[in-house]
C-alpha cells in the first residue's frame, strides 16, 4: 500500500495514493501549484502553531490523516485562487 504524493506524470500533475487508488490532486501548472501553496503556507501555520506546511507535506507521505489533511488544504487553497487569483 503506497501512501505518497508523487509527480506521477510527465506534465507536472501531482497525485496522492491512498490503498492503492490514485488521485490527482493539484493544479496541472507548477506556478499555480506554488501560488496555492504559498497561499495556505501562511494559513496553515497560523492555525497549526509549532507546526510547518513543510512538516505536513512530509508527514502526508506516511499518514493517512496527514494526507487527507494536505488534501483538504489544497482544496481551500484552490479555491481561494479561483474567487481571488492574484
Known amino acids: 500500500m503506497c ?25 496541472s501548472d507548477p506556478d499555480e501549484w506554488e501560488a496555492i501553496e504559498r497561499a495556505i503556507c501562511r494559513d496553515y501555520e497560523r492555525s497549526y502553531p509549532g507546526d510547518t506546511f513543510e512538516n505536513l507535506k512530509a508527514r502526508a507521505r506516511f499518514s493517512k490523516e496527514d494526507k487527507g489533511l494536505l488534501r483538504d488544504w489544497m482544496k481551500i487553497g484552490a479555491a481561494k485562487r479561483t474567487n481571488n487569483p492574484k
Open 3 to 27: 501512501h505518497t504524493v508523487t509527480d506521477a506524470s510527465s506534465n507536472g500533475e501531482r497525485y496522492m495514493s491512498a490503498n492503492g487508488v490514485l488521485q490527482k490532486i493539484g493544479p
